[in-house]
Structures are given as structure tokens and as C-alpha cells.
């Protein structure tokens, strides 16, 4: 059984849909109420701002209508609106290596259990190159069909809500990622702007190599501005403009 989480940072009518309150205890700074047709959360921020989430399902898709945050004594602003969680996956097929093995055979120690463990440990198994490298892995050559590649898919009717002291987590149930199969969770924590999102699901397949990407797709481009640190600890900004690039553009960030 392999277990994983991803983590990451409308216009149209939302279908009606129930949200359990029951793990749900009001807290200064944590608010969860229910709304026609959606689940509204407001937490506090840094620096006595505010920050305001609005929960859907559309389609048995969840998504957050809109996204908001204001100052200490200012008016709300809209950050997003109908935006759509988004994850994507490759898997492929775990392998020990060859450099692990020899040991293991002077040992007498390369038992199916024994591999089965260590395989895990391997840092260089490129398991998403085909044919492989002779000698680097047993088993090889890899084939094509031990890739595959997924899309998230969602079929949600509801939610759920609880609080952990300082948090506050949203769940959607009904998310199927490839082999893997859960739930999608938002969480906010109060005295952060932030609100986590995350994939967290499981597949009973065995030896399985994963590459995961997530995002939040919808917010507007125009007057739009993305700003970071690089892995030197220089800030980095991008102006949004000109023609529209639909693929994804890597970005080199320090945590």
C-alpha cells in the first residue's frame, strides 16, 4: 500500500450540496458557516488582515467561487474567483539497484523481502527512463506501459469540516488521481495568509514511482505580477503580458 500527499499555496451555479460540521468547533480567528450552495471560511491573517475562502462542487468537482482578503480596517478584495484545483501524476515502477544487490548476494541476503524493502532507498533508478540502463537495475529493459499518466479527477457531493487548535481543514471526498484514489483537502491557519491545498490518497499497487504537479488554475493574468526568491536569496518579480503561454514555465524557488 503506498501512501501520498501533495502538498502545495464563480460565475456559474454550484450545485447544492451538504457539509458535516460535526468535527467543527468555532474558534477566534476560525470561522466556518454554511451558505446556499457552498461553505464559507474566514480566518485571520497576518498583521490583523483577513483572509475569506468560499467553497463549491460543480460537477462533482470542487472548487472555490471565490478567494478574498482585507486589512486590519479595510474593504474586502477579491484575489480569485471560480477557481479550480488542478493535480497531475506520473507513475512508474520502483527498482533496486544493482550497486545495492551485490552486497546483498555476498550476504546471502537478497531475499524478495529483503529487495522488496531496499528498493526504496534508491536514489538513481530513473524509473520514468525507457529502455533504462543495462547493468544499472535488474529487470531492465523498462517497458512504455509502466508509465502512466493522470489527470485528478473528482466526484464529490459534500464535505466535511474540522478544527485542530490553530486550523482548520476542508476535505472533498471522491478524488481519483491515476492508481490513486482519496480525498482533496484545503486547510488554513490562523495568524497565516495561507491556505494549503492537498491531494492525499492511496494506491494498493505495488513498487510504485510517483511525479506529482498541483495548482490552482483561474486566477486572472492581467495586472498581474508573480514574485519570489531564487535559490541565491535574490527576489525575483514577472510582469504578466503579452501573448498567452499555455504550458507550464519551471520556476527554481528557495523554501
Not at 529502455?131 to 502512466?148: F, H, K, M, Q
Not at 499518466?149 to 464535505?159: I, K, L, P, T, W
Request: proline share 5%; aromatic share 10%; with cysteine.
Amino acid at each position: 500500500m503506498k501512501f501520498f500527499s501533495l502538498v502545495l499555496l464563480t460565475t456559474a451555479a454550484a450545485a447544492a450540496f451538504e457539509c458535516s460540521l460535526k468535527e467543527y468547533r468555532e474558534a477566534p480567528g476560525l470561522k466556518a458557516e454554511s451558505e446556499p450552495g457552498g461553505l464559507r471560511v474566514t480566518w485571520q491573517g497576518e498583521r490583523g488582515q483577513q483572509l475569506r475562502a468560499v467553497f463549491a462542487i460543480e460537477k462533482g468537482a470542487p472548487r472555490i467561487v471565490e478567494l478574498a482578503a482585507r486589512g486590519a480596517a479595510g474593504r474586502w478584495a477579491v484575489l480569485g474567483r471560480d477557481l479550480h484545483p488542478e493535480f497531475e501524476i506520473t507513475t512508474g515502477r520502483r527498482r533496486i539497484s544493482e550497486q545495492q544487490l551485490a552486497p546483498l548476494r555476498k550476504l546471502g541476503a537478497a531475499t524478495a523481502e529483503r529487495m522488496e524493502r531496499e528498493k526504496w532507498n534508491v536514489f538513481w533508478d530513473a524509473p520514468l527512463s525507457i529502455p533504462g540502463t543495462p547493468g544499472v537495475n535488474p529487470d531492465l529493459p523498462r517497458r512504455a506501459e509502466e508509465i502512466r499518466r493522470a489527470q485528478a479527477a473528482y466526484n464529490s457531493s459534500g464535505c466535511e469540516v474540522k478544527t485542530d487548535g490553530a486550523r482548520l481543514e476542508v476535505s472533498f471526498p471522491g478524488l481519483s488521481l491515476g492508481i490513486f484514489s482519496g480525498r482533496l483537502a484545503f486547510t488554513v491557519y490562523r495568524g497565516t495568509n495561507l491556505l494549503r491545498q492537498e491531494a492525499i490518497a492511496m494506491t494498493r499497487e505495488p513498487s510504485v514511482a510517483y511525479r506529482y504537479g498541483a495548482g490552482l488554475r483561474g486566477f486572472g493574468a492581467a495586472g498581474s505580477r508573480v514574485i519570489w526568491r531564487d535559490t541565491a536569496r535574490a527576489w525575483q518579480k514577472y510582469e504578466f503580458g503579452g501573448a498567452l503561454n499555455r504550458d507550464p514555465v519551471p520556476l527554481r524557488a528557495r523554501n
